[in-house]
């Protein structure tokens, strides 16, 4: 669980035979953009089989997300939610706290599609097969129901951490 006011440290091993960063999405990186993990801007891709440490406070709370953010590693998968909670009592007081992430998956590698996606005389983003969605990282026609008691309060979390849409 990470709250305001903590230190975020992730170490990331790069076992990819290609470099790689992860960024985190949306956090503010006032004073450490160097860990901010945007490959070729504020750093160099992390080499295959070597290991990054990024680690700093972090300052806001809600949902966030974590990506590569090197190589479109984010489009074939390589992302999570990040959850900072609040310090003390959140702004709104519920029951449930409940993380609802939504996800494209593609069958085929960014570089196997590639070229569709860049081409610029194709629509963008390219046509995506229906039910190819992923919901809780499960695809959208099979996430479990979520259940919703009366009386309860529920917050909840929603990220898009599709590469198209
Ligand atoms: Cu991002």
New binding site residues.
Partial sequence: MLTVGDTLALTVHNSLNLTTSI?A??LFQRGTNYMDGAAMVTQCGIPPGDRFTYEYVVEQSGTF?L?A?DHHQ?ADGLRTALVVYDRGQPPVKYDEDMLLSLEDWYTETFAERERVTLDPSLPFPPPHREGFGLINGVNGNLTKPMHFRPGRTYRLRLVNMSSAR
């Fill in positions: 960024h999405h949306g997300w990506h953010h984010n």
